[in-house]
């Protein structure tokens, strides 16, 4: 074995080990991306939840205003009209879980 061969033999490895690498560093990659992705959505879904929660009870407040007849006379008229629309929208907004909590394989 001359030189060149032993040259060329240290080169192929390092060839080798290079694409050995990129290929486990995409994988790694690839899991932690999904995890920010789980953990991203976990913290805007908890936002949005709490959002919808506050506003909830908004309309909570505001239709039982409407059903006494005390305090129905503190708000203005349109305001029935109002609250009941106001309630059809957030009864129309979709909660659905769509996280699996299973392992998946993306590729």
Known sequence: MDIADAFDAISGYEETLVA??????????????IEEGRELGVMKGAEIGSELGFYQGCHL????????DELKSKLPARAAKSVAS??????????????SMKKRSYG
């Open 20 to 33: 050995q690498g990129e290929a486990m560093g995409m994988e790694r990659g690839r899991e932690l991306g």
């Open 86 to 99: 106001f309630g059809a929208l957030l009864e129309a907004f979709e909660l659905k879980v769509r996280v």
């Open 61 to 68: 407040v505001w239709n039982h205003m409407l059903q006494s």
